[in-house]
């Protein structure tokens, strides 16, 4: 007998939190389990939705913007279950886990995936972002079932708001995030118009200040003309780092990109700067592309190196000049550390992730 799981989220936007969801329910054991996603607005212009649609997995939808949401979406929310008779909800975000923790007689499951305090702030402005970052962590303390996506958050919880959170470490698809040969290699460069012999530094994310772009400019202007530097994904500092680099021929803006295994194909080292994380998907992607990776020292990428002395990391929020030295060393290095990175992204595997949440249906439905 299958049992039916609702996963419940604001959107399918093109985001790390999504394609994680994407690989928990790839991963489900399909004699035991039934995933279905249940969004609550309207699906954006860069929407994963048709990629679930693709491996059979229903999607249904509310369909109410936030302002409806707000005074209809508990009502509809309770209709739609309803109908469908879920065995188990699992919610991700801050709408969602608002509505999980208020519901009753269904065990549900939320996921966090960031500390509230750090990132809606920084994301939202102070007063927005601190009212959002209150309302989730009330859905926390509501919550019977939450789990950090890391060790590291898990921490933090613990540490700065006195919660004992459990956690389960994301995951990265290993079978599509592969390394490229020689020739992939160069098929991916002359695919994105870049020159067969420049240094590639890529970085993949939304360009907000916690992600730190001016940092990652920074470094490729202390260094030599054969670096270019490739920010994929947009966001509000966009045009802040065009004025400051205006050589389109170094720093290259894409915009947010349907196929970033093409760049991490294309590119020889990935770096990330930001300032906080979960556990970030976008690094565990590179490693599993084999790319060397530039880390910015905050204890989610410490956990992602599980506690080893990398030598890649600099100090966060650092301007570009540790970066910069840190990119020079490995510029030196790179081919010596692909196989390397591979071999420890597979430890972040996503079946494992997908069997960890799979043992806690269970003990819920138990």
């Known amino acids: ?112 995936r960031n500390d509230p ?65 020689a020739l992939a290699r160069a098929r991916a460069r002359e695919l994105l118009g870049l020159p067969a012999d420049a240094f590639v530094v890529l970085a993949v994310g939304s360009l907000i200040p916690r992600k730190d772009p001016i940092s990652l400019l920074a470094a490729l202007q202390a260094g030599d003309n054969s670096r270019i530097l490739v920010l994929a994904g947009k966001g509000p500092e966009a045009e802040r780092l065009r004025r400051m680099e205006p050589d389109t021929s170094r720093l290259l803006m894409p915009g947010q990109v349907d196929h970033v295994i093409d760049y991490l194909h294309a590119a020889d080292v990935f770096i990330s700067a930001s300032l906080g994380e979960g556990l970030p998907n976008t690094v565990l992607e590179a490693m599993a592309a084999g790319l060397p990776v530039v880390l910015s020292d905050i204890p989610s990428h410490r956990e992602v190196m599980q506690g080893l002395e990398w030598p890649f990391f600099f100090r966060p929020g650092s301007g570009g000049e540790g970066l910069n030295e840190a990119l020079k060393r490995l510029e030196e290095e790179k081919d010596i550390w692909s196989g390397w990175m591979r071999a420890q992204a597979m430890k972040f595997s996503a079946r494992t992730m997908s069997a960890t949440y799979q043992d806690i249906y269970r003990k819920l439905l138990a």
């Open 1 to 112: 007998m299958s049992h039916r799981i609702a996963y419940l989220v604001s959107t399918l936007r093109r985001t790390g939190p999504t394609h994680q969801l994407l690989y928990l329910i790839r991963h489900l054991d399909p004699m035991a389990f039934e995933p279905m996603v249940i969004t609550l607005s309207p699906e954006p212009d860069d929407s994963m939705m048709e990629l679930f649609l693709d491996e059979g997995i229903p999607v249904y939808s509310l369909r109410l913007g936030r302002l409806k949401g707000m005074l209809l979406a508990g009502t509809r929310l309770r209709s739609m279950l309803k109908d469908l008779s879920p065995a188990v909800m699992h919610t991700q975000g801050l709408r969602p886990d608002l509505l999980g923790a208020a519901l009753q007689g269904m065990p549900v499951v939320s996921t966090q």
């Open 117 to 181: 305090f750090v990132d809606y702030p920084a994301k939202y402005g102070p007063w927005k972002g601190g009212l959002m970052a209150w309302q989730q962590m009330r859905a926390v303390h509501q919550s019977r079932h939450a789990y950090a996506c890391a060790s590291s958050l898990a921490e933090a919880f613990a540490r700065k708001y006195k919660i004992d959170m459990p956690f389960v470490r994301n995951g990265v698809d290993t079978d599509h995030w592969a390394p490229a040969d």
